[in-house]
C-alpha cells in the first residue's frame, strides 16, 4: 500500500513518516516546491536517514503568489498557509491515493478542518490520513526524542512552504517559532 | 514507556493498541466495568490474540447510573456516553499517566472535544492519545482488513460501555451500528 507523505525534513513529517511505515505502508516522502527555492534540498538530506524513497512535486507559481497575497493581505499566514497545503493535497493527489502530513493534534496551520478534508476526500478520490493528529505535544516530544536525532532552532533551514513564502513576500509574517531537522536515527 | 488503553475488543480499540506496540510502548489493555455483567471476559478473549497484558479497571456503578439518566433524559446515547468516558479516563488515569483509545476521525461519540482533552491532561497530568484520530473509515478497515481476522454484527457480543448500559436502561437507546470483535491476528 503506497502513501505520499509531504515532508519537509522536520520532526513532525518524519514521525508521521516513521508510523506509516511500521504500518506496512510503502512510504514515499514528497516535498512541494514552487521552482523559488532549492529548499527540497533540505528534505532530501532528511530523507536519507529515514532511508525512506524522497520525490519533488513542482508546483505552480501562482498558488505561492496567491497564497502570498492572501497572507499580506490578511496581515498573518493562516488562511494562505492553508490554501497552500489544500493545494499541494490535491496536486499530489492526482498521482497518489493515499497522502498524509505532520499535522499534529495542537497545531492551528496548516490544518484542515473536517468537513473539508471530507470534501477533498470524496472529490478527488483520495485518503487524507493524518497519524499525528490524536497527538499531543509531551507525546510527540518523547516519541521523537526515543526515534530521531534533530536539530532545534529559530533558523534551521527546512523546506516546508515558509521557506519559499519568506523568499517572495520578503517581508516577516510568521510570528517566531522553533524549527526542527532531522539529522539521525536512534532506533 | 507504559500505556493503558482502554479496550472493548473490538476493531478500533485493538487497533489502537496495535499501532502503539508498533511504536515501542509497553501496552496493557484496559477494559472498564461497572459490574453489572461480566462483557470483560470478552475483551479479554479478544487481547488474546493481541498477545498484549489485560486488566479491568471496576468503576462505580454510580458513573454507569449518572450515564443512563442522561441518556434517558435526552432520548438519544451522545452525552451519556461522553461522560461515562471522560470519568474512565480519570479513573485509568489514577494509575496510568498515558492512557490512549481508539476514537476515530468519524466517530462522533464518545468523543472528547480538544478543550476537554487538554483541561483532562492538565488537571490529571496525564498524556491522552488517540491514534485513529487522524485516520478516516477507508484507512481504518484497509488497516484493520490486514492486521486483523474480525467478527462483525449488530450483535457481537463486546466488552464496550454499551452492554451494561443495555442492561441497565433495560431499553435500546442505540441506533442500529455494526460490532466488531477481533478472533484472530493475519501480521
Redesign the interface.
Known amino acids: 500500500?503506497e502513501i505520499a507523505v509531504l515532508y519537509s525534513g522536520g520532526k513532525d513529517s518524519s514521525l508521521a513518516a516513521y508510523?506509516l511505515k511500521?504500518?506496512?505502508y510503502e512510504v514515499k516522502l514528497i516535498n512541494v516546491n514552487f521552482g523559488v527555492l532549492n529548499s527540497w534540498e533540505y528534505a532530501k538530506e532528511a530523507s536519507e536517514h529515514l532511508g525512506l524513497e524522497f520525490e519533488v512535486v513542482k508546483m505552480q507559481r501562482e498558488v505561492l503568489d496567491k497564497a502570498c497575497e492572501i497572507m499580506l493581505s490578511d496581515g498573518y499566514p493562516n488562511n494562505g498557509l492553508n490554501y497552500i497545503h489544500k493545494q499541494a493535497l490535491i496536486e499530489v493527489g492526482k498521482k497518489y491515493k493515499?497522502i498524509a502530513d505532520g499535522?499534529r493534534?495542537d497545531d492551528k496551520v496548516p490544518k484542515l478542518s473536517?468537513p473539508e478534508?471530507?470534501s477533498i476526500?470524496d472529490k478527488y478520490n483520495i485518503?487524507?490520513?493524518?497519524?499525528?493528529?490524536?497527538?499531543?505535544y509531551?507525546?510527540i516530544n518523547?516519541?521523537v526524542e526515543?526515534i530521531f536525532i534533530i536539530e532545534e532552532g529559530e533558523d534551521i533551514k527546512k523546506a516546508d512552504y515558509e521557506a519559499e513564502i519568506r523568499h517572495v513576500i520578503n517581508k516577516n509574517i510568521f510570528p517566531k517559532h522553533k524549527q526542527s531537522r532531522i539529522i539521525g536515527m536512534r532506533?
Open positions: 500500500m508510523i511500521k504500518l506496512g493515499r499535522t493534534r473536517l478534508i471530507r476526500e485518503e487524507y490520513i493524518a497519524p499525528l493528529r490524536g497527538l499531543g509531551k507525546t518523547s516519541l526515543r532506533l
